[in-house]
Structures are given as structure tokens and as C-alpha cells.
């Protein structure tokens, strides 16, 4: 080869290194970014309702109490059989009576409200007792661990006309989320077509106060905490049926299995699922595979297909860009590409569900879409077929 061809091939090489970074170099300014601003919100009377706290065995439960004092939930006593977990627990909201007992609080007829985030299999036969006793029920995830608890929930829930409602944070309490919900009812992208779940989470998580940097025993017994589509896999299915609109839905695939915990044969770490229904279709993918170099506890991500747009939520890290934390919202449709830090929007979750306690309605969450996320998680985990990867 001689040295024109040398010189030839070295300026093209150039050019088109040049132009590529001329092209590109527009892309970012076609992209408009916005912060919401603080709204202004309703003053809520606080002691609208009061409510107490039984069992605590999962930390979730400090941002379920804040949801509903957000509400105006008055948080009046507390049970639990742990003194180091009570004792944490009285020190964040001092107002709290602790209670000698279970019973002490279920008899009390001035509560309207019992939360819990007891050990996942015990959440279920609490919440029957709870509707027994005439008051409604919020639960940490999973909220129900089988079919059979599921069958007896609905059984008393139809009976008592109480409330049962499951904390799905990873929708109700991810600001993000919540903006993409007001985006998806207001049009912006045009008709759901599927969603897309990825949700990571990091085993030893001593990120915030919502954390467990050790997991107790449990939590690496799938009879205890119900496999992992039940458990972390409920949110997304939540998700699913939240921006879909579906009333109906089927399972079309479902696969789990310990991939890299060999010495906790009880336990899964991965699973995903295909998904089927009458307003579109979806996928979930759950993992326990977030890495010690990452900022939180999981990367946690949503896609939403439309016909005339997609959004992209970037629920807790945004590792690709410059914008810090999470709550970040990406769109584009037929009139704009747009980045929204939604850290400013509002979390309805609590409001709506004393409101509900208040006035009997289903503005929070409806009872069968509660259900539905439920059992469908639970039918997903129950036909999932065993992941095997071979070395």
C-alpha cells in the first residue's frame, strides 16, 4: 500500500469520525429538561383518622406510617414482639403508645387503620383478623404469599366491606412514577401498548432507613417470603395492570431460580414474566443482582409503549447522564423529546386512602385491582418453570 492510499484512508477515517460528532452534537439540544416545580398543596387536618402499627419486621413500614400521616393519619399505638425494632421504631414517632399486645389494639374501636410489614407469610392471616375486628387493613408487599390466603383475604374482605390494601411503593411512593401516570391518562403518548419492568434490588441494603444491611432468616426461606415473583415481582405486576388499564390478564410465561446463592437453596434471586391482558401486554424482569458499586439499593426501570410515544422512568439512579438521584422521567412523542425532574410531584397515595377509610370510596386503589396484582404475581410464581444455566 503506498502513501496516498495511507493519507486517503486516514482522512476518511477522520471525516467520518467528524461528521458522526457533528451529528451528535445536535442530538442533546433537541432534548428539552425541566424540573417541576413545588406545588402547593391542600392543607390536610391532621387526626382525620388514627391508626396503629403491628408487627414491624421489615423496615418499609416507617414509609408506609409517613404515607399516611401525610393523609393525616394520627399514628396513636404500636405492637411488636421485637424490643429492638419497637424501640427504633418509638424513637421516629414518639407519639406512639406502645401496646402490650395484639389484641390491646385490634379491641380498641377509636382505630380505624392497622398497617404492618410483619413477616410476609403472617401478613395475610393479620389482615383477616384486622377486617374481623372492623377496621381496615395496609400491608407491606408481599401482602399475600399463596393462593389459598388469597381465596380467605377476598372471602372476609367481601364479608366485613373493609378495606385490604397492599403498599406498592415502587408505584405509589416513586414520584417518577406518579408523574408518568398523570402523562399516560393525560394522552401524552397515545394508546399502551406494553410495559417494561427491569427491577433490581441489592441484597445487603443499608441505603436510608427503609433498608436491611442483614437479612434475616426469612427472608432466604421461599415458604416464609413466598419466591421471588411474589415478593419484589408484585410491584411490577401492580405497574402492569396501572398503565395498561387492564381489568383482565393472563400469565404467559414465568420463569425463577437461584443462579448465584448456592448456600441458600430457598432462596431466588431472578425471575421474569410475560404478560397478556385486555389493555396490553408487558414484561418483568426481578433480580437480586444489584452491584456494591451503585449508588442505591436498585436501578430500578420503566418503559411504557404507546402508540404515539414511549416514557422512560428512571425510578432511583439515572447512571447515564448528569442528573443526580432518582425520579427522573424521560418522553418523547409526536411533538417533543423531554427529561422531567420529578422530584417535586406530589405522592397522592396516603391522602387518597384515608379518604377512602373516610368515606368508603376506592380512590387509592380499587380493591380488585389490589386482588388482581396479587394473583397474579402468585400464579406467575406458582407455574414459573426452574432457571438452569449451564456453566
Known amino acids: 500500500m503506498n502513501q496516498s492510499d495511507l493519507d486517503r484512508r486516514k482522512f476518511l477515517k477522520k471525516a467520518s469520525l467528524l461528521s458522526g460528532m457533528y451529528l451528535l452534537s445536535g442530538f442533546p439540544n433537541k432534548i428539552k429538561s425541566q424540573t417541576l416545580l413545588p406545588t402547593k398543596t391542600k392543607s390536610i387536618i391532621a387526626g382525620r383518622v388514627k391508626f396503629a402499627v403491628i408487627n414491624i419486621d421489615h423496615p418499609h413500614i416507617y414509609g408506609m406510617t409517613d404515607a399516611i400521616k ?71 408487599k408481599p401482602g ?17 366491606k373493609r378495606i385490604y390494601s397492599i403498599m406498592y411503593s415502587e408505584r405509589f411512593e416513586n414520584k417518577a412514577t406518579e408523574k408518568a401516570g398523570k402523562l399516560v391518562a393525560a394522552g401524552a403518548i397515545g394508546q ?12 445487603n441494603n443499608n441505603i436510608g432507613k427503609t433498608g ?25 405486576f401492580d405497574q ?31 425471575g421474569d414474566v410475560m404478560l397478556n391482558g385486555n389493555g396490553g ?47 427522573h ?19 397522592p397515595f396516603g391522602p387518597l386512602l384515608v379518604g377512602d377509610i373516610l368515606n368508603r370510596t376506592e380512590t387509592a386503589m380499587s380493591q ?8 397474579l404475581a402468585l400464579k406467575a410464581q406458582k407455574m414459573a418453570k426452574t432457571l438452569n444455566l449451564k456453566k
Open 70 to 140: 401525610r393523609g393525616g393519619g394520627e399514628l396513636v399505638a404500636l405492637y411488636a414482639k421485637q424490643p429492638d425494632l419497637a424501640a427504633a421504631f418509638l424513637k421516629s414517632y414518639p407519639e406512639a403508645k406502645l401496646a402490650k399486645s395484639e389484641k390491646e389494639i385490634l379491641e380498641d374501636t377509636s382505630i380505624h387503620l392497622i398497617l404492618s410489614s410483619g413477616i410476609p407469610d403472617e401478613r395475610a392471616p393479620l389482615g383477616i383478623r384486622v377486617m374481623k375486628h372492623g377496621k381496615d387493613y395496609l400491608t407491606d
Open 144 to 160: 399475600i404469599i399463596t393462593l389459598e390466603q388469597l381465596a380467605a383475604v377476598k372471602k372476609v374482605q367481601q364479608e366485613t
Open 192 to 203: 399502551v401498548i406494553q410495559t417494561v419492568n427491569l427491577a433490581p434490588h441489592r441484597i
Open 212 to 236: 436491611l444491611a442483614v437479612r434475616p432468616d426469612w427472608f432466604w426461606d421461599k415458604k416464609r417470603y413466598g419466591g421471588i415473583l411474589t415478593d419484589i415481582g408484585s410491584h411490577q
Open 240 to 270: 402492569y395492570l396501572h398503565f395498561t388499564s387492564s381489568t383482565q390478564a393472563e400469565v404467559l410465561m414465568s420463569q425463577v431460580g437461584n443462579v448465584h446463592h448456592p448456600d441458600k437453596p430457598l432462596f431466588e434471586d431472578f
Open 281 to 327: 401486554t408487558g414484561y418483568i424482569r426481578v433480580d437480586w443482582f444489584s452491584p456494591d458499586a451503585l449508588d442505591t439499593w436498585g436501578d430500578g426501570r420503566l418503559t411504557i409503549l404507546g402508540t404515539d410515544g414511549f416514557i422512560e422512568v428512571r425510578k432511583n439512579t439515572d447512571i447515564a447522564s448528569e442528573h443526580k438521584g432518582g425520579n
Open 329 to 347: 422521567l424521560y418522553m418523547a412523542n409526536k411533538k417533543e423529546m423531554i427529561h422531567i425532574d420529578c422530584n417535586n410531584e406530589e405522592l
Open 368 to 375: 380488585k385491582h389490589c386482588f388482581l396484582a396479587t394473583e
